[in-house]
């Protein structure tokens, strides 16, 4: 079977997201524990909206969601769109081996305004900070 480029950036996607819960899950929360550090807090010294995010999954995949919270209060919807995206990934894999949906273009439209949805809702902290700057 001939993959096609669309079929090869969800594998990707798919990958790279399955790759963030791994290292979410090997790497414990514990500050000065965690193996990477904060670019923009160490060159500047103040937190972002992102600081404590990695520390924030690894309680998550942990189940420990206070902490999670603890960490970074918006960590727990980054979290929900990193796992829905998963989750979405992993289902249009499975569409476009069993062909349920014909025609890429009929795939590829929803998947992409879903995702741009999604991303505006779940990030709006972000944006709104970016914008308001």
Not at 15 to 27: D, E, K, M, R, T
């Amino acid at each position: 079977m001939k993959l096609s480029p669309y079929h090869i950036v969800n594998l990707s996607l798919a990958g790279v997201i399955f790759l963030i819960f791994l290292y979410s899950a090997i790497f414990s929360p514990e500050k000065g524990k965690y193996p990477v550090k904060s670019s923009y807090e160490m060159i500047t010294g103040k937190t972002s909206l992102s600081s404590g995010m990695s520390r924030a999954f690894s309680s998550i995949v942990r189940l420990n969601f206070e902490d999670a919270y603890g960490y970074n209060p918006y960590s727990i919807r980054i979290f929900i769109f990193f796992l829905l995206q998963f989750f979405m990934r992993i289902f249009i894999l499975f569409t476009i081996r069993k062909n349920l949906f014909g025609e890429l273009k009929y795939l590829v439209i929803p998947d992409a305004v879903i995702s741009a949805v999604l991303f505006i809702l779940f990030f709006e902290p972000f944006w709104r900070e970016l914008f308001t700057v």
